[in-house]
C-alpha cells in the first residue's frame, strides 16, 4: 500500500470551501485513493474513493492529479458538522486493509 | 439494519485479566476487520477475516485472537490483558471483491486495562 501524507491540521470558515491536500508519491497504477473522516470518538464513515478520474458525489468531490501523486478532498460548503479528523488511504482494488495514518484534523470555524 | 454493533462499549480490566470483545453485522458482508485507535493515532489493524471459518493476523496482532464462528460475528479476545492493550477498539465490515470496497465501522468499545 502506498504511504500517503497529510497535513496534520487544518482551519476553514464555516459556508466556505474546504480543500483537504493528500501527497501519495508511491501510489501504484491499481491504487485507489479513499477518503474516510471520524467525528468525535466514532467510528470512520467513508465519504468518496478515485482510481484515475475526479469524483463527485453528495458529500464531497475528489480531485486526483494527473501522475496521481496526490489528490485534494473538497468540501464545498462546510459546517460546522464537519468539523473531524479525515484520512486519505491508498490501497489496492480488492485488498483487504486500510492503512489509515493520523490524518487531518479539520475544524470548521463559525 | 442495525449495521456494525460493537459489544461492550465500555470496559475496565486489570492486568490479566481476559475477555472477549464481540462484533456483529447485519449486512451479510464477507470481511469483517478489528482495528485499535490509541489517543491522537490512526486506526491499526489487529486481525482480518475474510470468510466464516477464516482469520488471519493484521498489522499490530500480538496479544489478541480472533474467531469467525459465524459470517455475522467476528469476536476479538485478550487472553491476559495489558495496560499497553487500553485503547478504542472498532470493527468494521465490507463486502467482498470489486473496486468498490467501502469499509462499515461500528461505534467503538472503549477498553481501559489498570
Known amino acids: 500500500d502506498a504511504k500517503t501524507t497529510q497535513p496534520t491540521s487544518m482551519d476553514c470558515a464555516e459556508g466556505r470551501a474546504a480543500n483537504l491536500p493528500c501527497n501519495h508519491s508511491?501510489?501504484?497504477?491499481?491504487?485507489?485513493v479513499y477518503w474516510y473522516r471520524q467525528i468525535h470518538s466514532q467510528g470512520p464513515q467513508y465519504i468518496i474513493h478515485?482510481?484515475?478520474n475526479n469524483e463527485t458525489n453528495e458529500m464531497a468531490s475528489l480531485i486526483i492529479t494527473e501522475d496521481r501523486k496526490s489528490s485534494t478532498l473538497i468540501l464545498p460548503h462546510a459546517t460546522l458538522r464537519d468539523t473531524a479528523v479525515y484520512y486519505c488511504?491508498?490501497?489496492?482494488?480488492?485488498?483487504?486493509?486500510?492503512?489509515f495514518g493520523t490524518g487531518t484534523r479539520l475544524k470548521v470555524l463559525a | 439494519n442495525a449495521g456494525v454493533t460493537q459489544t461492550p462499549k465500555f470496559r475496565v480490566l486489570k492486568t490479566g485479566q481476559s475477555m472477549t470483545l464481540l462484533c456483529a453485522q447485519d449486512?451479510?458482508?464477507?470481511?469483517m476487520y478489528w482495528y485499535r485507535q490509541d489517543p491522537g493515532m490512526g486506526l491499526r489493524l489487529i486481525h482480518y477475516?475474510?470468510?466464516?471459518?477464516?482469520?488471519a493476523k493484521g498489522e499490530v496482532p500480538d496479544g489478541y485472537n480472533v474467531s469467525r464462528l459465524k459470517k455475522q460475528n467476528f469476536l476479538l479476545g485478550l487472553e491476559s490483558a495489558a495496560p499497553s492493550q487500553t485503547s478504542v477498539y472498532f470493527c468494521?465490515?465490507?463486502?467482498?471483491?470489486?473496486?468498490?470496497?467501502?469499509?462499515?465501522f461500528g461505534p467503538g468499545t472503549r477498553l481501559t486495562v489498570l
Open positions: 508511491t501510489i501504484s497504477g491499481n491504487e485507489y
Open positions: 468494521a465490515s465490507r463486502l467482498a471483491g470489486g473496486s468498490y470496497n467501502e469499509q462499515f
Open positions: 449486512m451479510n458482508h464477507e470481511y
Open positions: 477475516s475474510v470468510g466464516e471459518g477464516t482469520t
Open positions: 478515485g482510481l484515475k
Open positions: 488511504i491508498a490501497t489496492e482494488s480488492g485488498t483487504y486493509k486500510y492503512i
